[in-house]
Nanobody
Framework: QVQVVESGGGLVQPGGSLRLSCAASGFRLDYYAIGWFRQAPGKEREGIAISKSDGTTYYKDSVKGRFTISRVNANNTGSLQMNSLKSEDTAVYYC????????????????WGQGTQVTVSS
């Protein structure tokens, strides 16, 4: 049985940092892509970072240089370190996994976390 559990969201001031984590069970992470997506109120969901099984990464321009995606295959976990947060980063954040190890944002993502709220406000 596949389970995906996210943690780490919360309220942070502009300029602050948060680290989101995602723990998966029921499949081996080694061959999967890990993606982080977010959805702000009234907006469409967008993919912001991907860690691919070949070791490459993708970042949406709006988070490039501020967010860092990482993975520990042995622990079946993924993380998203978010620095220099801005109010426009406020959204519900989701981690996802794709059996297409080199998946892009618009490819199919097999498993999703429950989402965690990130609010950036003073």
């Amino acid at each position: 049985q596949v389970q995906v559990v996210e943690s780490g969201g919360g309220l942070v001031q502009p300029g602050g940092s948060l680290r989101l984590s995602c723990a998966a069970s029921g499949f081996r992470l080694d061959y999967y892509a890990i993606g982080w997506f977010r959805q702000a109120p009234g907006k469409e969901r967008e993919g912001i970072a991907i860690s691919k099984s070949d070791g490459t990464t993708y970042y949406k321009d709006s988070v490039k240089g501020r967010f860092t995606i990482s993975r520990v295959n042995a622990n079946n976990t993924g993380s998203l370190q978010m620095n220099s947060l801005k109010s426009e980063d406020t959204a519900v954040y989701y981690c996802a996994f794709s059996s297409l190890g080199v998946a892009n944002v618009d490819d199919y993502w097999d498993y999703w976390g429950q989402g965690t709220q990130v609010t950036v406000s003073s």
